[in-house]
Nanobody, 124 residues
């Protein structure tokens, strides 16, 4: 497992951009997968995007494709989520997660490490 701390959430207007960061600490093995999930009010936690710690493969939820970009800076042990063209329905607590499973899974239970979450609120 690794330790994860998110930052960068806030209140923005529809159409604005926001970048979330996730600081990663602990033993980061080469097969680690980093992901972002979100949980809106009254909703279940849902997958947003995932990226491997090594390599360029990524996976996105259909609802964010073309608007959100996941990336990482291995030298700084940080994962980012660049969110553009934000919509009111993007309002949620965003969680950084990590898995030791090689696949870019969208399933919550695959991930063994979670951050505390950061609130993103998009006003329309």
């Amino acid at each position: 497992q690794v330790q994860l701390v998110e930052s960068g959430g806030g209140l923005v207007q529809a159409g604005d951009s926001l970048r979330l960061s996730c600081a990663v600490s602990g033993r980061i093995s080469s097969n680690r997968v980093m992901a972002w999930f979100r949980q809106g009010p009254g909703k279940e936690r849902e997958f947003v995007a995932a990226i491997r710690w090594i390599g360029i493969s990524t996976n996105y939820a259909d609802s964010v494709k073309g608007r959100f970009t996941i990336s990482r800076d291995n030298a700084k042990n940080t994962v980012f989520l660049q969110m553009n063209s934000l919509k009111a329905e993007d309002t949620a607590v965003y969680y950084c997660a990590s898995s030791g499973n090689w696949g870019l899974s969208p399933i919550v239970n695959v991930y063994d490490s979670w951050g505390q979450g950061t609130q993103v609120t998009v006003s329309s």
